[in-house]
């Protein structure tokens, strides 16, 4: 079956440009979470999606970063007047209930900010 | 101090060792732990996934959980070379309002010499 797709795999982009990432869930999923890795870091937790609500944002760094899910499937996370410090693996995580259920990850977006 | 700390490596061992794997966590509110795997360049795979304090065995992995202490634990019997990657410890909560995010160690990079 599909796993969790994320598109594109690869932006790169200049300072101060606007962009967003797309994250497709396993079918089925009502949780969806968003992560950002740093190089030699592991996972650091951004947003968490219960359906169409965003149950969760204590991780966005700051407002330039905002993320929709508007009908409980796909999600897509925007960064405004990005900095070269967002530069970072941005990975998608998906699972069938929320709480203590699996999740599974996308194969992330690389974003370099240049 | 980040709340899961995980030494990030390298660790290299010969084909066919038992390799130990640790991360320590310091929020007591942390109710299951994930040990994840990651491939360079893709997004972490899940491994093991455990709630309780005890040994959780699955083929050649092992995983161990003390509460009292602190302490996650994964074993890998017989390494293989295609077990050469970066394994990532996970501890997460459940907070009545909804799930938490993960928190993540930094990963360490596992090499298996052949």
């Known amino acids: 079956g599909a796993g969790v797709s994320q598109t594109p795999s690869n932006k790169v982009t200049e300072k101060g440009k606007y962009v967003e990432l797309r994250c497709d869930p396993i079918?089925?999923?009502?949780?969806l979470y968003w992560y950002r890795q740093s190089l030699g870091q592991g996972p650091e937790f951004l947003i968490y999606?219960?359906?169409?609500?965003?149950?969760?944002d204590s991780g966005l760094p700051n407002d330039r970063f905002f993320a929709v899910r508007p009908e409980g499937s796909v999600s897509t996370l925007k960064i405004q007047r990005t900095e070269r410090g967002d530069s970072a693996v941005y990975l998608c995580?998906?699972?069938?209930?929320?709480?203590?259920?699996?999740?599974?990850f996308g194969p992330g977006t690389r974003l370099t900010v240049l | 101090q980040k709340e899961v700390e995980q030494d990030p490596g390298p660790l290299s061992v010969p084909e066919g060792a038992i390799v130990s794997l640790n991360c320590t966590y310091s929020?007591?509110?942390?109710?299951?732990f994930m040990w994840y795997r990651q491939y360079s360049r893709k997004g972490p795979e899940l491994l093991m996934y455990?709630?309780?304090?005890g040994n959780k065995e699955d083929g050649r992995f092992t995983a161990q959980v003390d509460k009292s202490s602190k302490y996650i634990s994964l074993f890998i019997r017989d390494s293989q070379p295609s077990d050469s990657a970066t394994y990532l410890c996970?501890?997460?909560?459940?907070?009545?309002?909804?799930?938490?995010?993960?928190?993540f160690g930094k990963g360490t990079h596992l090499i298996i010499q052949p």
């Open positions: 929020n007591s509110a942390f109710q299951y």
């Open positions: 995580a998906s699972s069938l209930l929320a709480g203590y259920d699996t999740q599974y």
């Open positions: 079918s089925g999923h009502t949780a």
């Open positions: 999606f219960q359906g169409t609500g965003a149950a969760d």
């Open positions: 455990t709630y309780s304090s």
């Open positions: 996970a501890s997460g909560g459940y907070s009545g309002g909804g799930a938490d995010g993960l928190t």
